[in-house]
C-alpha cells in the first residue's frame, strides 16, 4: 500500500517550469519534486501536459521548444546542459520507460541485442562474456524465469507482460539515478500491472532511484505511490502525500478525478431474443512448418455462452487467456471447431462468401485508435468507408448518414473534413465507433476499447455506449482487463484462464459467490473485493 512520502533530499526538482512549443505554450510554472527510493506519481487527464513535463526533464522535445525555469538532476542543471553533455545523461543517469513497450521496440533486434547495444553504449569496455553475463543478470532481476531462452526472442515472439520488462531491463541497463515511466502498464491485464508495479517498487527500493511515474490510473496511485502531483490544462493544481489526495483533496478538479462511479449503466439481466449462442468452442493454432515443430496451441477450450439482444458481456482474463481469439472466432475471422449461431444463422457451416453479408451487423470496435484510423483519410471518408460495402447511395444520403453518426458520437459534423491526428485519443474513439455504428449493427465487439484513455474519458466513452446500446437495440462482448469498467458496463462476464470459461455470471454475485481461486485473485488484483 502508499507511504507517507519521504523527507529524503530530491535527486530531481522542477522550478517554475514553462515550455513553450512553436507559438502553444504547454506548460506553466511546473514546480515538482522527486527523491530516491519513493515513487512519485504525475497524474491528470490527457492533453493536461503531463508526458511533455516527462520528456522535458530529458530535453526530447522538438527543436522549436522554448524553457524558462529551472530543471535540477542531482544539483545539475539540465536546461543549459549543451546536448553533448544530456547524452551521457540519458539512458545513464536517466533512463525512460515508455506507454508501449512493443511499438518502442526495434522489430529486428532480439532481446540480446536490444539491451547488449544499450550496455555497449554505456560500458563500452565489457566483454562478450560480462556483457552475455550482464544481459542474463538483468532478465533475471526483472522476473523473467527463463531468462537464456529469452534471449534470441523478437517483440512478436513475446506477450505484452514479458516486452514490458524487456523495457524494464534495457531502462536498468544503464544504471540510472531516475527512472520515468510514462503509462507503462496501460496496455497490460491487472494481475500482470500487479507484478510490473511491484517489480518496479522492489527495484526502486533496492537500487536507491528515483522514480517519476506518469499516470492517469488512480487505483494504481493509491496503492502504490507516496507522493502525487495533479495536473490540470499544463499547471500542477495540487500535490501532497497520497494519503492526503485520496482522503482529503482541495481542489475541485481533483476531487471530479477521483470520483468514483458508484451506480452501473443499466446492467440489470435481462432475457431477451438470443442474438449470438456459442456451443463448445474451440480455437486451435497449428505451428509453422519448420524442422522444430512444436505442437498446436489450443488458444480457446470447449466455450459456450449465450449473448441476448441489448445484453453486454464481459470477456475478462490475463493476456494469454484466450479472450481476443474467442471474440475473432465468434465473428468468423479465425477458423473454430464447435457451433457459433448469429442471428438464427449457424456461422459453423458457413463459407466466407455466406458471412461476408453479416459482417454488416457485426462489428468490433479496436484497442488503439491511434492506429485503428488511416491518417490519410479525412473523418468523412474513414466513417463512410465500411458503409459503401453495404449500401448504394448518393452524396447527399453519405453526407447525412456521415453527420448523423458523427452527432451521435457527440462529435461536431464539421470534425468530417479533418484528419486524426487533429482528434485527442477520447474523440478519436468516438470516431471509430461512429464507423462501425453507421453500418446499424446488431453485435458489437468492444476490444479494449478505454485502456489507452484516462479514467473521466473512460465513462464517458461508457455512457455514449450505453445510450447507443438502447437508442440501436446494440448487444456488446466488451473485452476488457479493468474489472471497474466491467462492473459498471456489462450485464454479466465471462472470466477466462489458459483457454477455458472458469465461470461466468454476474460481476455482483461472483465477487461474492464465486468458488474459483483465479476469479479471487483476478478481482483482488483489479481492486474491486
Not at 7 to 14: A, D, F, N, R
Not at 256 to 266: A, D
Not at 287 to 308: E, G, I, N, T, Y
Not at 430 to 459: G, N, Y
Amino acid at each position: 500500500m502508499c507511504q507517507q512520502a519521504t523527507k529524503s533530499k530530491p535527486i530531481l526538482e522542477l522550478r517554475d517550469v514553462s515550455i513553450q512549443i512553436s507559438d502553444k505554450v504547454i506548460t506553466k510554472n511546473i514546480n515538482l519534486s522527486c527523491a530516491k527510493g519513493t515513487l512519485t506519481a504525475l497524474v491528470g487527464e490527457s492533453g493536461s501536459g503531463k508526458s511533455v513535463t516527462g520528456l522535458s526533464i530529458l530535453k526530447l522535445l522538438p527543436k522549436t521548444t522554448s524553457y524558462s525555469g529551472s530543471i535540477l538532476f542531482e544539483n545539475k542543471e539540465l536546461l543549459t546542459l549543451p546536448e553533448s553533455e544530456m547524452r551521457k545523461l540519458r539512458g545513464k543517469s536517466i533512463a525512460t520507460i515508455f506507454q508501449e513497450p512493443r511499438n518502442s521496440m526495434d522489430p529486428l533486434q532480439n532481446v540480446e541485442e536490444r539491451i547488449g547495444e544499450t550496455l555497449a553504449l554505456h560500458n563500452p569496455l565489457l566483454s562478450k562474456t560480462q556483457m552475455l553475463e550482464k544481459i542474463i543478470t538483468l532478465l533475471t532481476e526483472v522476473g523473467l524465469t527463463e531468462p537464456k531462452q529469452m534471449l534470441k526472442r523478437y517483440p512478436h515472439q513475446m506477450s505484452g507482460g514479458q516486452c514490458q520488462r524487456i523495457a524494464i531491463a534495457d531502462a536498468l541497463a544503464g544504471e540510472p539515478s531516475l527512472l520515468i515511466a510514462d503509462e507503462p502498464t496501460t496496455a497490460l491485464d491487472v494481475t500482470v500491472q500487479k507484478q510490473i508495479l511491484e517489480l518496479l517498487i522492489s527495484l526502486t527500493k533496492a537500487r536507491g532511484m528515483g522514480l517519476l511515474f506518469i499516470t492517469h490510473d488512480l487505483n494504481i496511485v493509491q496503492l502504490y505511490a507516496e507522493t502525487v502531483y495533479v495536473m490540470h490544462q499544463g499547471s500542477i493544481i495540487e500535490h501532497a502525500d497520497t494519503k492526503t489526495i485520496f482522503s482529503n483533496p482541495q481542489e475541485a478538479y481533483t476531487k471530479e478525478l477521483l470520483k468514483e462511479r458508484t451506480t452501473p449503466l443499466n446492467t440489470t439481466p435481462f432475457n431477451g431474443d438470443i442474438l449470438m449462442e456459442a456451443k463448445n468452442v474451440n480455437v486451435i493454432y497449428d505451428s509453422p512448418q519448420s524442422f522444430l515443430r512444436q505442437a498446436p496451441m489450443h488458444a480457446v477450450k470447449d466455450v459456450s455462452f449465450a449473448l441476448h439482444a441489448k445484453e453486454s458481456i464481459g470477456i475478462i482474463g490475463e493476456s494469454g487467456s484466450g479472450k481476443s481469439s474467442l471474440a475473432l472466432a465468434l465473428l468468423g475471422l479465425l477458423p473454430f471447431e464447435g457451433e457459433v449461431f448469429f442471428d438464427s444463422h449457424a456461422l459453423s457451416s458457413y463459407t466466407n462468401k455466406q458471412i461476408r453479408p453479416l459482417r454488416k451487423y457485426m462489428q468490433i470496435v479496436f484497442q488503439d485508435p491511434f492506429s485503428s484510423l488511416n491518417p490519410r483519410l479525412t473523418i468523412d471518408k474513414i466513417i463512410a468507408e465500411g458503409l459503401l460495402l453495404y449500401e448504394k447511395m448518393n452524396a447527399k444520403e453519405l453526407e447525412d448518414r456521415v453527420c448523423g453518426a458523427l452527432i451521435d458520437v457527440g462529435l461536431s459534423p464539421k470534425a468530417r473534413f479533418q484528419y486524426p491526428h487533429e482528434f485527442s485519443g477520447g474523440e478519436k474513439q468516438r470516431i471509430a465507433i461512429a464507423r462501425s455504428l453507421i453500418v446499424r449493427p446488431k453485435l458489437l465487439v468492444l476490444d479494449e476499447p478505454s485502456s489507452s484513455l484516462d479514467r473521466t474519458i473512460q465513462f464517458q466513452i461508457l455512457d455514449l455506449l450505453a445510450t447507443m446500446r438502447d437508442k440501436y437495440s446494440l448487444s456488446y462482448l466488451f473485452i476488457t482487463h479493468d474489472l471497474r469498467l466491467a462492473k459498471n458496463f456489462c450485464h454479466s462476464v465471462l472470466i477466462m484462464q489458459n483457454g477455458n470459461l472458469v465461470e461466468s455470471g454476474e460481476m455482483n454475485y461472483l465477487m461474492q459467490h464465486s468458488k474459483s481461486p483465479y476469479t479471487h485473485e483476478l478481482f483482488q488484483a483489479g481492486g474491486i473485493i
